[in-house]
């Protein structure tokens, strides 16, 4: 005698994959903390805007570069890009490559930030080498 699936456990394996869907969006408000705490050392001023509205699916980062540079950031699940040139500021008819990250989105905008991420990452190597000596 076959034993079909029970109507009971198909309801149950589907809310269970509908959960880990949802489990996986991403909250860019959170992302974009993150962002701002993984490079903040690299530039003079980094902050997620509390003026712009952010959701689940965008954030707005304030950044200003070593040379002085003020830039608003766009942070979409398509990545970052420069949406103004001042804090707070998006401009509507701007368009700006997406980068997949924001170390090769500041990479372009700052040799200041270039610098720093490099110098950072020779101080780790020392660091290690010295540990392992």
């Known amino acids: 005698m076959e034993v079909d699936c029970q109507a009971e456990e198909s309801m149950v394996s589907?809310?269970?994959?509908?959960?880990?869907?949802?489990?996986?969006?991403?909250?860019?408000?959170l992302e974009a903390e993150a962002v701002v705490n993984d490079v903040l050392f690299a530039v003079s001023e980094?902050?997620?805007?509390?003026?712009?509205?952010?959701?689940?699916?965008?954030?707005y980062i304030n950044?200003?570069?070593r040379?002085?540079?003020?830039?608003?950031?766009?942070?979409?699940?398509?990545?970052?890009?420069v949406v103004g040139?001042?804090?707070?500021?998006v401009d509507e008819n701007l368009t700006t490559q997406y980068h997949e990250t924001v170390y090769s989105l500041?990479?372009?905008?700052?040799?200041?930030?270039?610098?720093?991420?490099?110098?950072?990452?020779?101080?780790?190597?020392?660091?290690l080498k010295q540990n392992g000596q």
């Open 46 to 59: 980094m902050h997620v805007s509390q003026s712009l509205n952010s959701a689940s699916d965008v954030a």
């Open 67 to 81: 040379e002085g540079n003020r830039y608003c950031l766009e942070l979409t699940e398509a990545g970052l890009r």
């Open 14 to 29: 589907a809310f269970d994959e509908e959960s880990v869907e949802l489990c996986d969006v991403k909250d860019m408000r």
């Open 85 to 89: 040139y001042a804090f707070d500021q």
């Open 63 to 65: 950044v200003e570069t």
């Open 106 to 127: 500041l990479d372009t905008l700052s040799p200041g930030y270039r610098e720093a991420f490099g110098n950072a990452l020779l101080q780790r190597l020392e660091r």
